[in-house]
C-alpha cells in the first residue's frame, strides 16, 4: 500500500494547498515585478517572484513535514550539470518534493498567460503524489499513484488519436542554446509533416497536464529537469498515457529528454524523433 499520509496528514491536500497559494501570489505578480537577473543565458530567466514562490513553497512543505527533502529549481546553481549533481545529492533521501515554482518564467516575464507551479512528492524515488496548478485558467491537475489523476474532481483521460496524422503535438525549446536545441530543431522537421500541428506553450507541465486531459495529443522535449516533468509524468500515467525518454526507455528520475503521449501514438513519435536524430544524448 502506498504511504500518502502521515499520521492525520495527507500528502495529496498539503501539495494541493500549497500550489494553489503559490499559484495564486504568483498571478497577483503579473506584470508587477521588479528584478529580472539572467542565469546561464538570455534564455534562461529569473525574477523575484520565481524564488518568492519558491520559499513559499519550501515553508508550507517544511511546517508540515519538516523531515522531508525539498529539490526545488530556485534552490540548485544554475545549469545543467549542478541540476543533475543537485538531483544525485537528494535521491537518496525518503521522501523527497521536486518543485518548480513557476514553470513558464519567459511567459511570466512576457505576460503571456501559460505558467503553472509544478509540485512532486517522490518516496524511494517513485513519484507517488503530482500536482500542476494553472492560476490563469484556475485548473488545479492532481495525481496520486495509482488512484488516478484529475482536474477539479472530474478524472482525466488521454486523447484517443492512433496515428500522428490525427495528432496535436507539443514541444519545448530548452533554455540551453547546445546540442538539444539543434536536436529540437531536426525534430521539428522531422515532426511537423507527419502530425495534424505542432504547438510550443513554454510550460513543460502543463503540456505534460494537457496530455494527462486529452487536450494534447503527445509531447516531447529534451534537456529538461526533474522538476519540470515529475509532477506531469503522473499526470500522463494516471490518466492512462505513456512516458519514456525519447529513446523509450522507462521513465526514472534522472530522465531530461522526455516522450509522453497518449500511448497510442507513442512509438511512433519516438521511433520519428530516434531516426531523425533527434532524441538527443
Ligand atoms: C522551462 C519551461 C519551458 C521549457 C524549458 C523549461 P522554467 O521551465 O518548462 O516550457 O521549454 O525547457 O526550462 O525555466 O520556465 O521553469
Ligand atoms: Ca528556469
Ligand atoms: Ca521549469
Ligand atoms: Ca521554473
Known amino acids: 500500500k502506498e504511504p500518502f499520509t502521515v499520521g492525520s496528514k495527507s500528502f495529496t491536500a498539503v501539495a494541493i494547498n500549497t500550489a494553489a497559494k503559490a499559484?495564486?501570489?504568483?498571478?497577483?505578480?503579473?506584470?508587477?515585478?521588479?528584478?529580472?537577473?539572467?542565469k546561464t543565458s538570455p534564455h534562461d530567466l529569473v525574477t523575484e517572484v520565481d524564488k518568492g514562490s519558491e520559499m513559499m513553497i519550501r515553508n508550507l512543505i517544511m511546517t508540515h513535514f519538516p523531515t522531508h527533502s525539498i529539490l526545488g529549481e530556485e534552490g540548485v546553481e544554475p545549469g545543467a550539470a549542478a541540476s543533475i549533481k543537485a538531483l544525485q545529492e537528494a535521491s537518496d533521501a525518503e521522501y523527497l518534493w521536486i518543485v518548480d515554482p513557476v514553470d513558464g518564467t519567459t511567459n511570466f516575464i512576457h505576460g503571456f498567460p501559460f505558467f503553472s507551479v509544478s509540485i512532486a512528492l517522490a518516496h524511494k524515488g517513485e513519484i507517488i503524489v503530482g500536482v500542476?496548478?494553472?492560476?490563469?485558467?484556475?485548473?488545479?491537475?492532481?495525481?496520486?499513484?495509482?488512484?488516478?489523476?484529475?482536474?477539479?474532481?472530474?478524472?482525466?483521460?488521454?486523447?484517443?488519436?492512433?496515428?500522428?496524422?490525427?495528432?496535436?503535438?507539443?514541444?519545448?525549446?530548452?533554455?540551453?542554446?547546445?546540442?538539444?536545441?539543434?536536436?529540437?530543431?531536426?525534430?521539428?522537421?522531422?515532426?511537423?509533416?507527419?502530425?495534424?500541428?505542432?504547438?510550443?506553450?513554454?510550460?513543460?507541465?502543463?503540456?505534460?497536464?494537457?496530455?494527462?486531459?486529452?487536450?494534447?495529443?503527445?509531447?516531447?522535449?529534451?534537456?529538461?529537469?526533474?522538476?519540470?516533468?515529475?509532477?506531469?509524468?503522473?499526470?500522463?500515467?494516471?490518466?492512462?498515457?505513456?512516458?519514456?525518454?525519447?529513446?523509450?526507455?522507462?521513465?526514472?528520475?534522472?530522465?531530461?529528454?522526455?516522450?509522453?503521449?497518449?500511448g497510442r501514438i507513442h512509438d511512433e513519435l519516438a521511433q520519428l524523433l530516434q531516426e531523425s536524430d533527434a532524441a538527443g544524448n
Open 23 to 38: 499559484g495564486e501570489w504568483i498571478k497577483s505578480k503579473l506584470g508587477d515585478f521588479s528584478s529580472l537577473t539572467i
Open 132 to 262: 500542476v496548478y494553472d492560476p490563469n485558467r484556475d485548473e488545479l491537475f492532481v495525481a496520486e499513484k495509482g488512484k488516478g489523476a484529475y482536474v477539479h474532481g472530474r478524472r482525466t483521460m488521454v486523447s484517443g488519436e492512433e496515428r500522428l496524422l490525427d495528432s496535436l503535438v507539443a514541444t519545448g525549446f530548452p533554455t540551453d542554446r547546445g546540442p538539444n536545441i539543434a536536436g529540437n530543431m531536426r525534430g521539428l522537421e522531422a515532426v511537423v509533416p507527419r502530425v495534424r500541428n505542432v504547438r510550443s506553450g513554454g510550460s513543460a507541465a502543463l503540456h505534460l497536464a494537457y496530455v494527462a486531459a486529452g487536450r494534447l495529443s503527445g509531447y516531447w522535449e529534451l534537456g529538461l529537469n526533474a522538476w519540470d516533468i515529475a509532477a506531469g509524468m503522473l499526470l500522463v500515467k494516471e490518466s492512462g498515457g505513456h512516458v519514456t525518454d525519447t529513446k523509450g526507455n522507462p521513465y526514472h528520475l534522472e530522465v531530461r529528454n522526455i516522450v509522453a503521449t497518449n
